[in-house]
DNA sequence: TTGCAAATACAACCAGGTTGCAAAATAAAG
DNA sequence: CTTTATTTTGCAACCTGGTTGTATTTGCAA
């Protein structure tokens, strides 16, 4: 079953509406959407508890969250599904769109002795294709 | 000449006080600064007008501006130095500091048809070997 | 059904950045 | 050295994305 109430009964939390609503809207997406994408998705949750029910969701396994290149969290249900993890992404500067690349993340730089990775992240930054048909 | 009276003068905008004192301060930089690390330098200069003096320079051409990957904007000068274009950079995510690495920049990616690229960015992040130090 | 821990709403706050506008400063012309 | 037109500055207000504190409400287990 991958339905919110049960995933969210499993994971051990308690169902409530905010998290139950989040997660469809997690699952429905097809893209990894900011607070703010998902808040205008449900306008009537609070911004507040948003963010600290898409936390909850993180901290029980049921979301992914990554900080895109502009520094915003960006959430994305983690089901079955393990989708966006093998590939890079590219941002619309106009649209704000997200798209898939097919390119694979560049491989990590070796760094100078006593510093320590954490992250990596390779930003692509540009026009998407119907952007840049409207303005031409 | 590579004084900033001279430099502005040159560029054909007006010297003011804010315009010099902030060429100086990115002169003297050894990394690109951030409106907050300039601003504390230069605490009696208003912080709008500081975002505008620092635009004022990016635009007739004494200065550069980067965005890192918190999306904040970082300044340097660009007089004949031209640093910190053919590596990448590290950032440390205890004490916030950016380290120049050896190693060049990944290539851009194909995009699809129709896509424009503007810019890619390739953010490392972790800890330097003074905040891994101190921690141990 | 009751009771307590967890979650929610609301207000306040923060960083980084932008906009509008009146007052002040630059630099050119007289 | 003044006058003047144009820039620049300072200040207040605002914006997005995010966090913190706290009183009230809710979930759910006993
Ligand atoms: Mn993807
Ligand atoms: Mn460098
Ligand atoms: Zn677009
Ligand atoms: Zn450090």
Redesign the pocket.
């Known amino acids: 079953m991958s339905n919110p109430v049960d995933l969210l ?1 499993a994971a051990g ?7 139950v609503r989040s997660l469809e809207a997690l699952q429905a997406a097809t893209q990894p959407m ?3 994408d998902i808040e205008s998705l449900l306008p009537d ?5 948003l ?3 898409l ?2 969701l993180v901290a029980c396994g049921l979301a992914l969250k990554a900080v895109d290149t502009r ?3 960006r959430f994305s249900a983690s089901g079955p599904h393990r989708q966006h993890d093998g590939h890079i992404h590219f941002r619309c500067t106009s649209c704000g769109g997200v798209s898939c690349l097919k390119a694979a993340p560049p491989p990590p730089p070796k760094l100078p002795r006593g510093f320590r990775l954490d992250a990596v992240e390779f930003d692509v930054r540009g026009t998407c294709a119907q952007c840049a048909g409207q303005s031409a």
Chains 1, 2 share one sequence.
């Open positions: 009964r939390v308690r169902v409530t509406p905010g998290r900011s607070h703010a949750v609070d911004r507040v508890t963010y600290r029910v936390d909850s520094g915003v969290f």
